[in-house]
């Protein structure tokens, strides 16, 4: 049955909210080959194994001087002469001569000797080491404290030939193309790519690119108009999460246009993310559009602030994601629920927002059963936890509340008021950028 848009229906919980989200999602399942310099931000669509080893052969993880840590026993005073030096690129050209050590930069493979048993297998840090000269011979007197082993990093060390270097649904960032290039893959099957679309509603709402709005605006601010803020910003989010977006613009306070707009979006995107409309008012369209578009409503309504007015459903396959109209609350949610619900629908691994515990400034009043979210800033203490204090004034239109703030003190719905020094969890604003 699919709930009427003005039947009032039970708020949830963030963590019940993620629940229904995944079972309101389908993941994508289709692949497509990507240049390397061309995957950032992708869902890996399959394993990545190695076909090499990394570092490829036994190498030195300093510039310094390289023996056999045997030998190195046997000499007396720990001395050893010189008999040969290998740098990047240019790797020993002979077999190494045992009872002596090498010269040897950081990344160059480690020569063999002809007997195995004299294979140098330590490093020491050439500013560790005593150079001197005598009878034409350079004399090289290793550190007491050498152990051996070390700075030797053995092939494979990093990845060994056969492993799986990436798991399939791991989203590629910089140190993933990294380690892709690192094995040599210059191509990877990813998922497809989520388009996904925008929109606003609003009476008062003008585009920020339409210079006779922008006009009107200056010269007559009594009359209502802002810019509408939000597009913008979740254009932002969605490429900074690698997603393509399309944009359907600012449709008025009205149900029908809404629900057009809605259904022309179904036919490009992937998912759909809505501002405005969503509290269920009587100027609030958003769950009547859905639902005049043949779609359903999952449920509406979240026991936090802010962002209380969430609501999600679908139009056939296409989830729909309604965000109260208030920047913040924008912002917010996104962060806290719709960023991993579009992961999961790309292939992608849930990852909820990290939260770490911080020392709270100042005395909050608080009711118990709603989850509040503060923007705060976090200082570091010489001892104990970092302190985090309210950024900017509170308010769910109040964008200059995140611009500069450090992220989220989350105030649990199983408390009432907080005081200074209590403990709270805090969600870094780094999590959506």
Sequence with gaps: MTPSPDMPLTELTLDEARIRLQRLITPMDT???RPIDQAHGAILGQDVISDVNVPPANTAAVDGYACCYADLLAAPNRTLPLS???YAGYPLAH???PDSAIYITTGT????????????DTIAMQEHCQISEQDGITWITFPDHIK???????AGENIKAGDIALRKNTRLGSAEIGLAAAIGKNMLICRKTLMVGILSTGEELKDIHDQVSGDRLKSAPNDGYI??????MLNSLLINDGYQVHDGGIIGDNRDQLSHAMNDLTTRCDA????????????????????????????????IKPGRPFAAGSIGQTPVFCIPGNPVAVYVTYLLLVSDALRIQAGGIPRPPRRFPVTCGIDIKHKPGRTDFIRVTLTP?????????PHGRFGAGVLTSLTGADGLLEISAEIGDVKSGDTCQFIPLGEAL
Excluded at 148 to 154: A, I, Y
Excluded at 227 to 232: A, E, G, I, K, T
Excluded at 381 to 389: C, E, K, M, R
Aim: no cysteine; proline share 11%.
């Design 227 to 232: 810019y509408d803020s939000n597009r913008p």
């Design 109 to 120: 493979p480690m020569p063999l000797a002809n007997d195995p048993a004299h294979h140098p």
């Design 95 to 97: 077999a190494f001569t």
């Design 148 to 154: 051996p082993m070390s700075n030797f990093r053995p």
């Design 272 to 303: 759909i993310i809505l501002t405005g409309g969503s509290s269920g008012g009587s100027e609030d369209f958003a769950r009547a559009a859905i639902t005049a578009s043949g779609g359903v409503i999952d449920f509406a309504g979240l026991k």
């Design 381 to 389: 203490t010489d001892t104990g936890l970092p302190v985090a204090n």
């Design 31 to 33: 692949n497509a080959t």
């Design 84 to 86: 040969g030096k290998a």
